[in-house]
T-cell receptor, first 115, second 112 residues
Framework: GENVEQHPSTLSVQEGDSAVIKCTYSDSASNYFPWYKQELGKRPQLIIDIRSNVGEKKDQRIAVTLNKTAKHFSLHITETQPEDSAVYFCAATPVGWSNTGKLIFGQGTTLQVKP | ETGVTQSPTHLIKTRGQQVTLRCSSQSGHNTVSWYQQALGQGPQFIFQYYREEENGRGNFPPRFSGLQFPNYSSELNVNALELDDSALYLC???????????FGQGTRLTVV
């Protein structure tokens, strides 16, 4: 079945620096790749997503890149702020499904932004 | 427009018991997905309901079952609870299969 690997598991940066989180997926048929941010004790919130027909997408300080050949996608956060501190999850649609609600999640990355 | 709401927020059950968790989907959403999130892990897909029919299932045993009602709210039922069922249970709703999924705040289930 589909597998999503996420690295690193923890990431600590200084405020203002950039942060990059990488994910690889196993099924070349996957076509939807969202990123969720989960603050302690709160619900996961979608921060950005990308579909397989696009190589890059940006939303202010956040960007996602997708390399379908290599089967990996990355989250880039620029000019990090303390409120960016949270756990970030990548996800991908599993084998044979094209559905935004059926997702395989990575293990999560705990991002700490130091003031 | 109201968001996705889940009840209860916390629950303690004894091993072997049965539990029902509830999810009210966001207004206008007809698709509800359920996930189990163990401590320190990513959410794991349990199953999805689309217009009252089960629309795909993850790798969970049959003692995990669900329902979706005509108003598109949903229930997750777990029978014969095991200690390993202790987790945060999340539901997510979307307008249809191809639009963004919004998560509820979750139900924290503890099995003792």
């Amino acid at each position: 079945g589909e597998n999503v690997e996420q690295h690193p598991s923890t990431l600590s940066v200084q405020e203002g620096d950039s942060a990059v989180i990488k994910c690889t997926y196993s099924d070349s048929a996957s076509n939807y790749f969202p990123w969720y941010k989960q603050e302690l004790g709160k619900r996961p919130q979608l921060i950005i997503d990308i579909r397989s027909n696009v190589g890059e997408k940006k939303d202010q300080r956040i960007a996602v890149t997708l390399n379908k050949t290599a089967k990996h996608f990355s989250l880039h956060i620029t000019e990090t702020q303390p409120e960016d501190s949270a756990v970030y999850f990548c996800a991908a649609t599993p084998v044979g499904w094209s559905n935004t609600g059926k997702l395989i999640f990575g293990q999560g990355t705990t991002l700490q932004v130091k003031p | 427009e109201t968001g996705v709401t889940q009840s209860p927020t916390h629950l303690i059950k004894t091993r072997g018991q049965q539990v029902t968790l509830r999810c009210s989907s966001q207004s206008g959403h007809n698709t509800v997905s359920w996930y189990q999130q163990a401590l320190g892990q990513g959410p794991q897909f349990i199953f999805q309901y689309y217009r009252e029919e089960e629309n795909g299932r993850g790798n969970f045993p049959p003692r995990f079952s669900g329902l979706q009602f005509p108003n598109y709210s949903s229930e997750l039922n777990v029978n014969a609870l095991e200690l390993d069922d202790s987790a945060l249970y999340l539901c997510a709703s979307s307008r249809d299969e191809n639009t963004e999924a919004f998560f509820g705040q979750g139900t924290r289930l503890t099995v003792v």
